[in-house]
């Protein structure tokens, strides 16, 4: 097959104990999914799950050990951290149920929903998209996806962001309001879900800005943990 400009390299995140690595179709994210993350973005309560997408080539692919780089994006200033426990979804599927979800997952990641603040903020006002603020080069940071029997209990796991020294967020992944399995039974309700697909989760309380210079540390118990550093 021709085509008239050069197809882009296929975005992929490394798999630990493996050489292989694992091709990203799509960038699902849950919003406001701590409740806690919740009332302090303004709303309370166990309300619908709701969702965004970002592109797969947002990603910034940390190895496992090695320190990103996260350029300071244009147009802000007030670039959020948002740490997240991402889905790596190995079968995919429509409709599915709670109770099979486990079947459709390869692995777990740690990740960064990174955030225009203020643009998004913005968008919010008018009642437009908020895609420039969640959706812009380089705004999913992920560390090496580890295989979900190597996981541990990722269900009850210590989440948390360190900036520098000073501990920024920190909860279990049992508060998630809805939690992986239930948020893959609604996800796969709105869209098909394929091989390859990534679901961030939802973050906790404590999100707030970085600038460069910084160095974000996120850790998930079981899982590698992800550091990125602003430039």
């Keep these: 097959m021709n085509f ?9 995140v490394p798999v630990t104990g493996t ?3 694992f091709p990203v179709h799509r960038i ?4 406001r999914n701590y409740e806690e993350h919740a009332k302090e973005m303004g709303f309370t309560g166990r309300e619908p799950p709701f969702f965004f997408l970002k592109p797969a080539d947002a990603l910034v692919v940390v190895d496992g ?3 990103g780089t996260l350029p300071y994006p244009s147009l802000t200033k007030n670039l959020h951290h948002e740490i997240e426990l991402v889905v790596a979804i190995g079968t995919g599927g429509k409709n599915i149920q709670a109770a099979d979800a486990q ?6 990641a740690v990740g960064l929903d990174m955030t225009r603040r203020d643009l998004q903020g913005e968008m919010k006002k008018q009642g437009r998209p908020w895609c420039i603020g969640k959706a812009f080069d380089h705004s999913a940071p992920i560390g090496p996806i580890t295989p979900a029997a190597q996981a541990g209990d990722i269900n009850h796991a210590e989440i948390s962001l360190q900036v520098g020294n000073q501990d920024r967020q920190r909860s279990n992944v049992s508060k998630l309001i809805w939690n992986v399995a239930e948020t893959i039974e609604h996800l796969s309700a ?21 600038v460069a210079g910084d160095t974000m540390v996120g850790r998930i118990a079981g899982l590698e943990p992800l550091t990125v550093k602003v430039a």
């Design 19 to 21: 050489a292989g690595r």
């Design 103 to 108: 079947k459709h997952i390869f692995g777990y």
């Design 28 to 31: 699902y994210c849950v919003g």
């Design 4 to 12: 008239v400009v050069t197809p882009p390299a296929t975005v992929s």
């Design 65 to 67: 050990g090695a320190t």
């Design 190 to 210: 709105a869209w098909e879900l394929q091989p390859g697909d990534l679901i961030y989760t939802g973050t906790p309380e404590g999100v707030a800005a970085v």
